[in-house]
């Protein structure tokens, strides 16, 4: 109980830091209007062509980007957990918590249930801004909450790489540079904004066991078809299972690195 305690305390430290950052809200909530906005009416009129459709398997991209959209989101918000441990440490904070009578795990911890938290509260944001553009979602409103597990589960992932990273890394600038090395390829190497049809086959083979494409295909499937579990539940496992596991591997790299 003791660990579960502290790691809400220290969740609940980051979610009043991440509200109280009023331009850090407001670009979550604006960098999804300019994808779907601009890109998915763009790439929209392309679709539009029955040959592309079906040629791609695609017949709304704009329905077909928004679990992009939702992952891409979760993806770059993942790393705020590694930063927040640079910048604790930077301001001394970092050190009254190893001193404080709380269980050490709880401070990884508590970092990526607060970015699970606020992934799930970003998804909500998006799938109201997709809903506006048009976006039907085919499982209502039970399919939202099964996306929004997935995108959190997911952002967990991230959050423990990047607390992992941090654990040892001192300045957030090579911090930085090390997480968006590792994003940006995990994005454009995956089914999150394009069909693996309009891919090389090289680029195809990569997608299929990129991780991003196994965190797109159950909200995809959730978001344009129904409750096919077959497609459903391979991804949720693959996403669930990585989550648990970077989770322990963030806490014995963070142990480790602050007995050091």
């Known amino acids: 109980m003791t660990l579960l305690t502290d ?12 509200l109280r950052t009023k331009v850090r809200v407001v670009v979550t909530l604006v960098q999804p209007i300019l994808w779907l906005g601009l890109m998915g009416n763009m790439m929209g009129k392309v679709f539009d062509n029955p040959y592309v459709a079906q040629a791609m398997g695609v017949s709304n991209y704009m329905a077909f980007m928004t679990p992009g959209i939702i992952i891409m989101t979760v993806l770059f918000g993942g790393v705020f957990g590694g930063i927040s441990i640079v910048w604790d440490r930077r301001v001394g904070y970092l050190e009254k918590l190893l001193a404080a009578p709380i269980h050490r795990g709880a401070i990884p911890f508590g970092k990526t249930l607060a970015v699970m938290i606020q992934n ?36 967990a992932i991230l959050s423990s790489i990047s607390l992992s990273l941090a654990a040892s890394i001192k300045t957030m600038e090579t911090l930085m540079a090390i997480v968006n090395f590792l994003t940006m390829p995990l994005m454009f190497t995956s089914t999150a904004l394009f069909p693996s049809e309009a891919m090389p086959n090289w680029l195809a083979a990569i997608a299929r066991i990129n991780p991003v494409t196994y965190a797109v295909g159950p909200i995809r499937e959730l978001v344009l078809h129904g409750w096919d579990w077959s497609k459903i539940l391979p991804g949720l496992a693959v996403i669930v299972g990585l989550a648990i596991l970077f989770m322990l591997i963030s806490q014995l790299i963070f142990q480790r690195a602050t007995t050091d």
């Open 7 to 18: 790691t809400w305390f220290i969740a609940k430290r980051e979610l009043i830091k991440f």
């Open 120 to 155: 799930g509260i970003q998804v909500l944001a998006i799938v109201g801004i997709a809903a506006a553009f048009g976006v039907h979602f085919e499982t209502g409103f039970a399919g939202i909450l099964g996306l929004m597990i997935v995108a959190m589960f997911f952002g």
